[in-house]
């Protein structure tokens, strides 16, 4: 299965220097984001909106370069599932696996959810986790951000050439106040009064459409900072390098598997699936009452299928910890059989 890419405004450059005829194609990665991120420094901290925008975009591709480029893929039955993901948990529970990522999905997933126009399909998120004395410009009682750069597919003409496509990638952030739910710092973000007027330009992104993108990060921090647990190992698997593919299937060895993850990440291939080896999953499952699972007298006569979902679970002593964990999907007394299809001719 074919993932999209992220192309960085570097590679962008690179790729139609000749073109733009505006850089030495020499110039080193660092040289550039070093230009560059001196140029629009001044504009940043004048609060400049598309030179803030562009400024703290550069800064997010600069990190994740550093640490390699980590990345997920997501595979698409799981997408519908991560945007079921609850958001009114506090903030705290929400841990980056790494100060910036990428969300990579499939070529052609065709979900409705996360498709605002034809032809403009989510394609990847860069993420970044900045704390709250980083966070550019400072706001008083904000203790840390997340922000979002969210490509569409959307480009406009180059200023110069119009022949030159520039990638246009959505942006959005989040921050967290001490006391924030992630649902309510969100809804506190996506008020119009701190929309930005480039927003209101290009390609219009749906509210609900956002939301469900930042529920998929969410699920994806959730599942990557609480691989410990059994249901997370179960769908987070390391990419390899497709000639190692069937290697790193056919072993149990974890060494094995280490050594194929490195492997690939030598050859700059540094990353996660999700899912690749559960195509085969359905949701959802049987529920008590406003999605709980409730406690009867009564016995089950049928198997049934409780899908993979998030849970907070409290530990500790007196239970005062808590933390997400996620649950795989499996099946509920297997011994028995599966409730009959109601499908069927009425009968009198």
């Known amino acids: 299965m074919k993932f999209h890419e992220y192309m960085t405004i570097y590679e962008f450059v690179r790729k139609h220097d000749a073109v733009m005829n505006e850089i030495d194609s020499l110039r080193s990665r660092e040289k550039f984001y070093d230009d560059l991120l001196k140029s629009t420094l001044v504009h940043s901290i004048e609060q400049r909106d598309g030179i803030n925008t562009l ?13 390699s480029n980590p990345y997920y893929k997501i595979y698409p039955g799981w997408l519908p599932i991560f945007g079921k993901v609850k958001l009114d948990v506090p903030n705290e529970h929400l841990e980056s696996p790494f100060k910036n990522f990428l969300i990579r999905f499939p070529v052609d997933h065709n979900i409705d959810i996360l498709t605002p126009e034809p032809g403009h399909e989510i394609r990847s998120i860069l ?33 110069t050439n119009p022949d030159i496509q520039l990638p246009v990638y959505t942006f959005q952030n989040i921050k967290f106040m001490e006391d924030d739910t992630i649902e309510t710092a969100l809804a506190r973000q996506m008020a119009p009064e701190k929309q930005s007027p480039d927003m209101k330009e290009g390609l219009q992104i749906p509210e609900e459409v956002l939301i469900d993108c930042t529920k998929i990060v969410v699920s994806t921090c959730f599942l990557a ?52 080896q559960h195509g085969d999953i359905s949701f959802p499952g049987i529920r008590g009452s406003a999605g709980k699972y409730d406690k009867t007298d009564r016995a089950l006569h049928f198997s049934h299928v409780r899908s993979g979902h998030f849970h907070i679970v409290r530990y500790g002593t007196g239970k005062a910890l808590s933390k997400v964990v996620f649950y795989a999907q499996l099946t509920v007394k297997p011994e028995l059989p599966p409730q009959p299809s109601k499908r069927g001719y009425k009968t009198r």
């Not at 400024?55 to 640490?67: L, Y």
């Not at 990419?239 to 050859?267: C, G, Q, S, W």
């Open 55 to 67: 400024h703290n975009q550069a800064v997010s591709e600069v990190m994740w370069g550093d640490i």
């Open 127 to 159: 993420v970044n986790c900045t704390r709250g004395q980083d966070v550019l410009p400072p706001e008083k009682g904000v203790t840390r951000q997340f922000t979002f750069w969210l490509d569409f597919g959307e480009v406009q003409d180059g200023m």
């Open 225 to 276: 900072t609480g691989a410990d647990k059994a249901g997370a190992q179960q769908l987070l698997d390391p990419d390899v390098l497709n000639k190692h593919m069937d290697r790193f299937d056919a072993t149990d060895d974890p060494e094995i598997k280490k050594d194929l993850h490195k492997k690939a990440k030598n050859r700059g291939k540094y990353g996660w699936t999700v899912g690749r």
